[in-house]
Each structure stands twice: as C-alpha cells, then as structure tokens.
C-alpha cells in the first residue's frame, strides 16, 4: 500500500481572471499541488487553504475545479478550507453544484451570482442554462440574461460537439455586478481542447502550427471542423463579436495557450511555459461584458 | 395568408442541433406551399436554446430533404423576444452554407 501525503496550498494572493495574466497566475497557482501530485506515486489528500485569499471570481473558482477533478483522476482528494469571503464564494458554489435538481431550480441570488452548475448531459443542456440564468434574480434586466444564455449556449454546445468530455463534462459558473457594471461568465470543459479540435483545419488553411494559432482560426467567421454537418463556425465567432460590441474582454484558454479578445479588436496571445503536455485538458473560455 | 407557426407547441428543449432538425421537419409536415408566408414565433423557447446551432440545423434539414427550396427557407419570418437575437438570426441565415458530406 501506497503512502498517503497531505499537501496544503496557501492561497494568499488573488485569484482572478480577468486578464491572461490574471488568469495564468491563477492556473499556475492552483495546479501546483497538481503537478506534484502527478509527479509522485503516491496517494493524498490537498486542502487548498483560502484564509488569505483577497478576492477570487467565477473563473478561478473554475480552476480550482479543474485541478480538484483532475487530482481525483490521480486518486487524490481535494479540499478548501479557511473563512472569508473567497471560502464562503466556494463553498457556496459547490453546494450548490451538488444539490438535487429540484433543489438547484429553486434557488435565486441576491448578489448577483450564477451559481456554479454542471451541465453532464448535451440533451439537458438548454434547460440547465436556463435555470441557471435564472438565479441571477434582479442583477440584470431579462435582455442582458438571454444575451449571456445564448453565449454561453455557444460555448456549451460546440464542447458537447468536439470536445469527447470526460466527467464533470462542463462547469458554468459567473456573476453579475450591478454596482460595477460588469458581468463575468465562465465555462470550463473536460474535453480534448480547441487546439485538438480545429488542428487539422487549420493546417489544411495554412495556419502556422501553435495551439494559440489553432485557438485564433476556431474564432475566425466560418471556420469550422465539421465535426457534425450542422456546424458553420458561428460559435465563438459570435463570441468574439459580442466583446467587440460590448467592450469586453474574452479569454480562452485551451492547451498549452491563452488567447485574448479585447474592444479594441486587438487579439492577443500569450504564450505560456515550454512543454508539450498540454496545461489544461480542456477549454476554459471566461467573457466579462460591461452591463449596459 | 400568413402561417404562423408557435414553435413552444412543436419544439423541446433538447439539444439545439436537435431542434432544430425538428423544427424543418415540422415545418415539411404542414406541407405549406409558400414558405415566404411563414413566420415562426420563437418568443417562448429559452435563449440558450436560440443559438446558431439551431437555426443551422433547421436550414441544413431543410437542404438534406428538399434542397431546392433552401432559399425559400431563409426567407422564413422570425419573431424573436430581443432585437440582439433578431440581428445574430439574420446574419446565420445568410451565411449558412449548405454541406454536402
């Protein structure tokens, strides 16, 4: 029998996806149990201590789930401790993500919060979106709420359609800031990455290999891995779009890569440690929209 | 005479690809001659489910089982609940293009 290891990670610093950086500083911060836990042949428990956290938001909270998930298939087991704001946001967030369907639709919020949620199954997919923007309560007017619906819906449908997701398959989660004006969405698939996806098309366009390049082409107008007959390529496109329109910013991180839209229409990469493993088994895509 | 189609009465809530398939076949069903005359209400089906997956699912039916009439079918009516989901409608209808495996 294996040793067992007990690992804490100090989380005491802020956990944010607002920017690539953000959001790499995030990732790298809670994977690190992560890769020592791949890195042994042991078994173990983490407990990722929030105590000290500043601040965190929906899409680190997506983070800390996907290395929970991904240190399960190690065997391992994950846990948050601490108090504070950070500690209250998750365990909030994973309560509701395990209580019984009835329970979930009857929940509203009134900070604003689009409690974390599974989407397991692609043919409940439109009615656990809907439930889930409807906890939003009073935070945002009913046009704004459909507009992020159907977002996400993009994002959602095109991980059922490419992504050969593994459990939990899709976590959503997000929050609507009346006061700053602001809204933050966030879907994490377990699946196999856009870059996996859309490779093959984009060498076929010429698009020079780089799993930031490959994220780049899949939000281009059209472009399409014709995984189903059905796809034009309209998904993430029409993320891109609503950024644009709405001076937001959208992140996608996928493999090894973070790719970057802004309102200024200006697309960014930012490359991150060498290696070919890819860094997340599966697409991370954080929106923040300004509330109108 | 305009046919007014409630897709609430015809279309679940399944997957989006899905319904919209559904939606084409629905609308051969009726066996209407003109679709130009056509206007599905969607004002009742949940946004997420109102998505570009959808109404290329409908439009791609539509050129798997009568080709012929795809045109006719992007002239279709749509009524929509917010003028955000009446452009984004509009854009995927002109743009869909037809695959031929």
Same mark, same amino acid.
């Given at each position: 029998?294996?040793?067992?290891?007990?690992?804490?990670?100090?989380?005491?610093?802020?956990?944010?996806?607002?920017?690539?950086?953000? @959001?790499?500083?995030?990732?790298?911060?809670?994977?690190?149990?992560?890769?020592?836990? +791949?890195?042994?042949?042991?078994? &173990?428990?983490?407990?990722?201590?929030?105590? /000290?956290?500043?601040?965190?938001?929906?899409?680190?909270?997506?983070?800390?789930?996907?290395?929970?998930?991904?240190?399960?298939?190690?065997?391992?087991?994950?846990?948050?401790?601490?108090?504070?704001?950070? %500690?209250?946001?998750?365990?909030?967030?994973?309560?509701?993500?395990?209580?019984?369907?009835?329970?979930?639709?009857?929940?509203?919020?009134?900070?604003?919060?689009?409690?974390?949620?599974?989407?397991?199954?692609?043919?409940?997919?439109?009615?656990?979106?809907?439930?889930? +923007?409807?906890?939003?309560?009073?935070?945002?007017?009913?046009?704004?709420? +459909?507009?992020?619906?159907?977002?996400?819906?993009?994002?959602?449908? /095109?991980?059922?359609?490419?992504?050969? @997701?593994?459990?939990?398959?899709?976590?959503?989660?997000?929050?609507?800031?009346?006061?700053?004006?602001?809204?933050?969405?966030?879907?994490?698939?377990?699946?196999?990455? !856009?870059?996996?996806?859309?490779?093959?098309? +984009?060498?076929?366009?010429? !698009?020079?290999?780089?799993?930031?390049? %490959?994220?780049?082409?899949?939000?281009?107008?059209?472009?399409?891995?014709?995984?189903?007959?059905?796809?034009?390529?309209?998904?993430?496109?029409?993320?891109?779009?609503?950024?644009?329109?709405?001076?937001?910013?959208? !992140?996608?991180?996928?493999?090894?890569?973070?790719?970057?839209?802004?309102? &200024?229409?200006? %697309?960014?990469?930012?490359?991150?440690?060498?290696?070919?493993?890819?860094?997340?088994?599966?697409?991370?895509?954080?929106?923040?929209?300004?509330?109108? | 005479?305009?046919?007014?189609?409630?897709?609430?009465?015809?279309?679940?809530?399944?997957?989006?690809?899905?319904?919209?398939?559904?939606?084409?076949?629905?609308?051969?069903?009726?066996?209407?001659?003109?679709?130009?005359?056509?206007?599905?209400?969607?004002?009742?089906?949940?946004?997420?489910?109102?998505?570009?997956?959808?109404?290329?699912?409908?439009?791609?039916? !539509?050129?798997?089982?009568?080709?012929?009439? @795809?045109?006719?079918?992007? &002239?279709?009516?749509?009524?929509?609940? %917010?003028?955000?989901?009446?452009?984004?409608?509009?854009?995927?209808?002109?743009?869909?293009?037809?695959?031929?495996?």
């Amino acid at each position: 029998m294996r040793n067992e290891v007990h690992q804490t990670q100090i989380c005491d610093r802020p956990l944010t996806t607002q920017s690539p950086k953000d @959001l790499l500083r995030a990732y790298r911060h809670l994977s690190k149990p992560l890769r020592r836990a +791949a890195e042994t042949n042991t078994l &173990g428990k983490v407990y990722y201590d929030v105590s /000290n956290c500043p601040r965190m938001d929906s899409g680190a909270l997506l983070l800390l789930s996907y290395s929970a998930y991904a240190l399960k298939r190690l065997g391992w087991e994950a846990y948050v401790r601490g108090h504070g704001a950070p %500690y209250e946001m998750v365990v909030e967030n994973i309560q509701h993500m395990h209580q019984t369907p009835e329970l979930r639709k009857t929940t509203t919020t009134t900070t604003g919060e689009f409690l974390c949620r599974k989407v397991p199954k692609h043919e409940q997919m439109v009615v656990e979106l809907q439930e889930w +923007a409807g906890t939003v309560g009073a935070q945002a007017d009913a046009a704004e709420v +459909a507009l992020w619906q159907m977002q996400i819906s993009e994002i959602t449908t /095109n991980s059922f359609q490419h992504g050969q @997701l593994v459990e939990p398959h899709i976590l959503v989660a997000g929050r609507a800031h009346r006061q700053q004006k602001i809204v933050q969405l966030a879907a994490l698939d377990f699946g196999r990455g !856009i870059p996996k996806s859309v490779a093959h098309v +984009a060498k076929q366009a010429g !698009i020079p290999a780089g799993d930031g390049n %490959y994220i780049r082409h899949a939000c281009c107008r059209g472009v399409t891995s014709r995984t189903v007959p059905q796809n034009q390529g309209a998904g993430l496109n029409s993320l891109v779009e609503t950024v644009k329109e709405r001076q937001g910013a959208l !992140i996608i991180f996928s493999g090894n890569r973070v790719f970057h839209v802004t309102k &200024g229409r200006r %697309y960014r990469r930012n490359f991150s440690a060498s290696g070919s493993q890819a860094m997340i088994a599966g697409t991370l895509i954080v929106l923040n929209l300004k509330l109108l | 005479m305009e046919n007014v189609l409630d897709a609430l009465k015809h279309v679940g809530t399944s997957f989006p690809t899905d319904e919209g398939t559904r939606l084409a076949d629905v609308l051969f069903s009726l066996k209407i001659d003109d679709w130009t005359n056509v206007t599905i209400d969607l004002r009742k089906m949940p946004a997420g489910l109102l998505i570009s997956a959808f109404f290329n699912a409908f439009l791609q039916r !539509i050129h798997e089982e009568k080709a012929e009439r @795809l045109n006719q079918a992007r &002239g279709i009516k749509w009524k929509l609940a %917010y003028p955000f989901q009446e452009k984004n409608v509009q854009e995927w209808m002109k743009d869909f293009e037809p695959y031929t495996p």
